[in-house]
Every structure is written in C-alpha cells, then in structure tokens.
C-alpha cells in the first residue's frame, strides 16, 4: 500500500534549524538533485489521487512495474533452493559475488549465443538499476557523461550523486557538464551522433524507456563507431531486449567491434517478472580497457567484491529456472500477452482522431504519446483526474519528453481494455 511519503528535496525544505542537528555536511551532490526521483513522485500524485477520489478504480498504467503472476516452474524452483537451505546437506551461504557460475553460463548462452561473450564477463547482480549505481562508483566523478534526451532517469540522479555533473539549469531543466542528446520523432528518434559532443561516458537504452523504440543496426553501427572514433565507453541498457518483435539488435554485442567500447546492462524484471525479486546482470568484455589500457573488468570486479556480496542465491535458483528451456517458453508467452496490451494502448490512441501521435509499443512495453503543444504534466493530471488513470509525464525524462506521456502496457489485459474504453469516452 502507498505510505505518504514526503521526499525531501531542495525544493522543499527549509533551511531552519529544529531540534538536534549534527555537524555532518550534507553531500552538496544531494543537493543539487532537483525533485524526488521520478517514480516515487509518480506514486505520490496517485496516492492524493487516491485520497481525493477513494471510490475511483484506478488504473496504473504510470510505473513499468510487472502484473502477472510467475510461471510455476520458477517460482518452484525458489521455493525448493528455500526449503533446501532448512537441511545441512541442502545449506549454503556466501555465493561467488559475481554469480553462480551456471547461471553466468546460461545468461551467455540464452542471450549472447554466437557474439563471443564469456561467462567469466558476465556478474549477476540484484538489478539493473543497482548495476548503474555500481557502475558509477567504478567510473567516479572526474568523467564526461551523456545521455539520451528524453532518457530512464536512473542515468542523470545517478551521475548527479556520484558528482559527474554541475548545477541544474532551471531555464533548460539541463545539468550543467552532461550532454542531453535529443532524439524524437524529427531525426528517427536516434541522436545526431555528427553535432553530440565528445564524453567519456554514453548511456543508451534500446529498446528505449520511456519512447518504445528500438534501434536499428545501422544505428547502432554509427553509436559503436562514434564511441570508437571518441574514445568513449557505451553503457547500453537491454532492459527490454525480449520485447523486440522486429529484426532489430537485442545486444550491442551484436555489432562488430561493440566488445571494445562498451559494456551492457540488462535485467530480468520485465521478461521474468523480478521487479520484486530482483535479478539482472551485467556484462563487462575482457577487451574493454580503460585509456591507460588497464582492463575495466578487472576494476569492476573488485567494485563488485567490495561492494556487494552476490544475488540471492534463492533468486538466483529463480533465474536459472527461468532460462530453462521450459521457463523460458513460459516466459515467452507472458511477455507476448504485455506485447498484446501495448498492441491494444497504440490502437486507442490512434483511434482517438485528436492531432496526437502515437510511437512505440512495438517493440516495448512502453507506448509514448505526443499532444502538440500540450505540457505534459497537465497531459497526465488531465487524464488522471477524468479516467483515473495513471501514465508518467514525458517531462519527468528530460526536456526532450515535453508534450507527451509515457503508458505502460504491464497490466492485466481487462484493465487495459477499460483504460481503453474511459480514454475513448473522454476524447471520443
Ligand atoms: C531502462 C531501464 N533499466 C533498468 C530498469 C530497472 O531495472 P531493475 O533494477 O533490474 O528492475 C528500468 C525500470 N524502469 C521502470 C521502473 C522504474 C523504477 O521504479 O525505478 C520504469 O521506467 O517505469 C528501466 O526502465
């Protein structure tokens, strides 16, 4: 259940003096964090939402938090490593930091079969959020950073916390030091790689949160030889990869030369329904090295030692029944139904005849709406307070996300079939 909870940011607190105070400074990088993050921002507005209107059937199409069950044969398997944990034959404690070797093998072999990827480049992780953070500790604050405009938010609070970027810009709503590449429906939405200045740093999402698409080949050839041609690392997000239905690369590792310049996050909260579970991984190649051609694996294994003790060795069971051939037929079949949803989002705002554009859902679970001339806070208040209906404002992921909503496709197919319905009689 939501709990009021206010965040505490710049924005919102006063400075006086109550009570006790220690003599602690606060991180002047906290400070310079704008808002709370994002979701939890999201919650809050539905959770007054929810006070204002307590008889309202919300629909929670905001965060892309799964809603369907998980196969058995997985959940059994975890049931069984528990159990197993209650008998000394069956007991086991610390696990290699870096994963169980067999589920690093079958993570490389279910998702970079045939692109050279190693078990031993492969470290599990509790999610790929927590990866980022982690990765950033590695990097530390003397490093160049972009990103995707509009772009997962996690990447920018991030590099603000660990110190890689300068002052917010209220009038452009930009950090200073970070490279914001715009991409939308004007250049395919794909960055303008010929006028993107040199970083040290470039986090890329495909398929994308918040915008649903997915990059081409072609596109990522250009990415993978920019990085090259500047010196710079990728960090390319696959969170999604298994909602890609077209010929489009599910790994960065499909391209030539990708195992030099970058390293891939990924996760299986959204193919696997382990948001709540928590398990993803990251693969940082042998051949990456850092300018100084020390490898950058080497150093990330010593993060990953001195920072985190391993996954759950209970999820990890989980994760390998998942990537069972029966699992992950069970999987396939769940991330089709999320595919079908999305399908049914497109169409309802296609159909809406108002002069609004619909992309993504194709290829993510993610359907990203644009209302010309629209902000998009007011986009998302509207929809929620008429159809009760939650979505994420397209600015909560940058500038480049003004005048469109994201809609999330995870949710039981009848509430998608009624959000459709209230979306019709409201703009019909
Ligand atoms: C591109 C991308 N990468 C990583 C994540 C989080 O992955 P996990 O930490 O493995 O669950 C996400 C999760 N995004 C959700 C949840 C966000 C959250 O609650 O932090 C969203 O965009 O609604 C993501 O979109």
């Given at each position: 259940?939501?709990?009021?909870?206010?965040?505490?940011?710049?924005?919102?607190?006063?400075?006086?003096?109550?009570?006790?105070?220690?003599?602690?400074?606060?991180?002047?990088?906290?400070?310079?964090?704008?808002?709370?993050?994002?979701?939890?921002?999201?919650?809050?507005?539905?959770?007054e939402?929810?006070?204002?209107?307590?008889?309202?059937?919300?629909?929670?199409?905001?965060?892309?938090?799964?809603?369907?069950?998980?196969?058995?044969?997985?959940t059994?398997?975890?049931?069984?490593?528990?159990?197993?944990?209650?008998?000394?034959?069956?007991?086991?404690?610390?696990?290699?930091?870096?994963?169980n070797?067999?589920?690093?093998?079958?993570?490389?072999?279910?998702?970079?079969?045939?692109?050279?990827?190693?078990?031993?480049?492969?470290?599990?992780?509790?999610?790929?959020?927590?990866?980022?953070?982690?990765?950033?500790?590695?990097?530390?604050?003397?490093?160049?950073?972009?990103?995707?405009?509009?772009?997962?938010?996690?990447?920018i609070?991030?590099?603000?916390?660990?110190?890689?970027?300068?002052?917010?810009?209220?009038?452009?709503?930009?950090?200073?030091?970070i490279?914001?590449?715009?991409?939308?429906?004007?250049?395919?939405?794909?960055?303008?790689?010929?006028?993107?200045?040199?970083?040290?740093?470039?986090?890329?999402?495909?398929?994308?949160?918040?915008?649903?698409?997915?990059?081409?080949?072609?596109?990522?050839?250009?990415?993978?030889?920019?990085?090259?041609?500047?010196?710079?690392?990728?960090?390319?997000?696959?969170?999604?990869?298994?909602?890609?239905?077209?010929?489009?690369?599910?790994?960065?590792?499909?391209?030539?030369?990708?195992?030099?310049?970058?390293?891939?996050?990924?996760?299986?909260?959204?193919?696997a329904?382990?948001?709540?579970?928590?398990?993803?991984?990251?693969?940082?190649?042998?051949?990456?090295?850092?300018?100084?051609?020390?490898?950058?694996?080497?150093?990330?294994?010593?993060?990953?030692?001195?920072?985190?003790?391993?996954?759950?060795?209970?999820?990890q069971?989980?994760g390998?029944?998942?990537?069972?051939?029966?699992?992950?037929?069970?999987?396939?079949?769940?991330?089709?139904?999320?595919?079908?949803?999305?399908?049914?989002?497109?169409?309802?705002?296609?159909?809406?005849?108002?002069?609004?554009?619909?992309?993504?859902?194709?290829?993510?679970?993610?359907?990203?709406?644009?209302?010309?001339?629209?902000?998009?806070?007011?986009?998302?208040?509207?929809?929620?307070?008429?159809?009760?209906?939650?979505?994420?404002?397209?600015?909560?992921?940058?500038?480049?996300?003004?005048?469109?909503?994201?809609?999330?496709?995870?949710?039981?197919?009848?509430?998608?079939?009624?959000?459709?319905?209230?979306?019709k009689?409201?703009?019909?």
């Open positions: 259940s939501l709990q009021p909870k206010t965040t505490w940011t710049s924005s919102n607190f006063s400075n006086e003096k109550s009570g006790h105070c220690t003599s602690v400074p606060r991180n002047a990088n906290m400070e310079k964090l704008r808002s709370g993050y994002l979701f939890p921002e999201i919650s809050r507005h539905e959770l939402h929810t006070q204002k209107c307590p008889h309202a059937r919300l629909i929670r199409l905001g965060i892309g938090d799964t809603t369907e069950p998980i196969p058995e044969i997985i059994s398997a975890m049931a069984e490593h528990a159990h197993a944990l209650s008998t000394v034959q069956g007991y086991r404690g610390y696990g290699a930091e870096q994963g070797m067999a589920l690093r093998r079958a993570i490389a072999e279910t998702f970079y079969r045939d692109l050279g990827v190693k078990e031993n480049e492969i470290f599990v992780s509790d999610g790929a959020q927590c990866d980022i953070s982690r990765l950033q500790m590695l990097l530390g604050s003397n490093v160049s950073v972009a990103v995707q405009d509009p772009s997962f938010p996690a990447y609070d991030s590099s603000v916390i660990v110190g890689q970027a300068g002052k917010f810009q209220e009038e452009t709503g930009k950090y200073e030091n490279v914001y590449m715009k991409y939308g429906h004007d250049n395919n939405f794909f960055p303008d790689l010929s006028t993107t200045s040199r970083t040290d740093i470039i986090f890329f999402c495909s398929p994308n949160n918040p915008t649903g698409y997915a990059a081409s080949r072609q596109q990522l050839k250009q990415l993978v030889e920019f990085a090259k041609a500047n010196g710079s690392i990728i960090i390319y997000d696959s969170a999604y990869s298994t909602y890609i239905s077209d010929e489009s690369p599910r790994s960065i590792f499909e391209i030539p030369g990708a195992k030099e310049v970058a390293i891939e996050i990924s996760s299986f909260s959204k193919f329904g382990f948001t709540g579970v928590r398990l993803g991984w990251t693969v940082v190649p042998e051949d990456l090295k850092y300018s100084n051609g020390f490898p950058v694996m080497n150093d990330y294994d010593r993060i990953v030692c001195t920072c985190f003790n391993g996954a759950s060795s209970v999820v069971a989980g390998l029944a998942c990537l069972s051939k029966e699992g992950y037929r069970a999987l396939s079949r769940v991330v089709d139904y999320y595919r079908g949803n999305a399908e049914i989002i497109v169409d309802t705002f296609a159909s809406l005849g108002l002069n609004l554009k619909v992309y993504g859902g194709r290829n993510a679970p993610y359907v990203w709406v644009r209302f010309p001339g629209y902000s998009s806070w007011d986009i998302f208040s509207e929809i929620l307070e008429k159809t009760h209906i939650v979505t994420v404002p397209g600015r909560g992921f940058g500038p480049g996300g003004e005048e469109y909503i994201r809609v999330s496709a995870f949710g039981h197919r009848e509430c998608i079939l009624e959000a459709s319905r209230r979306l009689n409201l703009y019909k």
